[in-house]
Each structure stands twice: as structure tokens, then as C-alpha cells.
């Protein structure tokens, strides 16, 4: 990292040798010795890795820029579209090594995929996930559900619009226990 900051790792311990080695004079001559170090495998089940200004990330060993982009931040998870390590484009099932530095390149328009669950390793990337796919999952549902029970209306000749404007559906999504209908 050019000059990098430790990010804050809260209620770990083991992260005292980390900040200690980082703040030695002796490494921030030799970072190439501080990368051995930490390649060496002080913990094999991290992975220690460099956001682009320099920040310093553990991520858990077999980590992917999905799990990089939801430690930055759970919308960059969500809306993340590419991934540079160590300048190259690769694939967002990319198995981030120690020592690499990774960019997150982020698009509105991406969101995330089943596809998503098999990259990640972080329990809070695949919580977001799962999450998110629950979400579009119901709305869509809602989506088909409307468009089946209108066409099934239009054969007996009712209109869909003017029965759920005139709560007609009320008392049935109640007595089947439904919030609303």
C-alpha cells in the first residue's frame, strides 16, 4: 500500500502483531518483508488484502472482490459490477491473494445473482444476498400473482383495478391471514 492506513479491526486481538509490524520502521522500509510475513501464513484462514488508497483488509482465505466490495460498503456490494487486482480486470469469482490490491468498479444497474452465493465467503456478504434475492424474488411473485388473478378476472368479466380499489379482496387476505391483500 502507498503509506496505507490500518482499517480498524474491532474485538480482535490478533490484529495487535498486525498493527504493531505495520507501525515498525523496519517494514515500512521493507514492506516486502511484512508481505512475507503475512504470506508465511501467520493466519492461513485470512487473507490480507489493499483497497486502492492503501487501506489494509482481512478477508477470510478463499475471498472473492464480492466479499472486498460488501466490507467497503453493503450498496458497493450490491452494485458491484467489476474488479481490478493489481491493475488487471478479472472475474468477480476471482480468489483474492495476499498483498493484492483491489478496485471495485460499481454500475446502478448491477445487482445481484444466485450465481453470487457460490463466490462469497463472508456470512455478512451472503446474508446481503440472500437477503436482496428474497426481496426480488416476493416482487416478482406479486408481479406474476396480479397479472394470473386479472386474466382469471377478465374471463368472468370483473376488473382486476376496480376490485382491489374497492377493498373487495380485504376480507378474503384476512381470513387467510395475510396482512393485506
Not at 495487535?16 to 510475513?37: A, G, I, N, V
Not at 492461513?44 to 472486498?68: H, N, R, W
Not at 483474492?96 to 465467503?121: A, C, F, H, Y
Request: contains cysteine.
Amino acid at each position: 500500500g502507498k503509506g496505507g492506513k490500518v482499517k480498524p479491526i474491532p474485538n480482535t486481538i490478533e490484529f495487535t502483531w498486525l498493527k504493531d509490524l505495520l507501525e515498525s520502521e523496519r517494514l515500512l522500509r521493507d514492506p516486502h518483508e511484512f508481505m512475507s510475513l503475512v504470506k508465511d501464513g501467520l493466519f492461513p484462514q485470512e487473507v490480507y488484502v489493499f483497497s486502492p488508497k492503501g487501506d489494509l483488509m482481512a478477508l477470510a482465505t478463499g475471498a472473492t472482490p464480492i466479499d472486498f466490495a460488501f466490507e467497503i460498503h453493503s450498496e458497493v456490494g450490491m452494485h458491484c459490477a467489476g474488479a481490478r487486482v493489481n491493475g488487471q480486470q478479472v472475474p468477480l469469482s476471482h480468489k483474492l491473494q495476499n498483498g493484492d490490491t483491489v478496485e471495485i468498479m460499481t454500475n446502478p444497474n448491477q445487482t445481484p445473482s444466485k450465481d453470487w452465493l457460490r463466490m462469497v465467503m463472508s456470512s455478512k456478504a451472503k446474508q446481503k444476498i440472500r437477503n436482496w434475492l428474497k426481496t426480488e424474488e416476493r416482487s416478482k411473485s406479486i408481479i406474476i400473482g396480479k397479472e394470473l388473478l386479472a386474466k382469471d378476472l377478465r374471463k368472468v368479466k370483473a376488473n382486476f383495478a376496480k376490485i382491489i380499489k374497492e377493498g373487495q379482496l380485504d376480507p378474503i387476505a384476512d381470513e387467510m391471514g395475510y396482512r393485506d391483500t
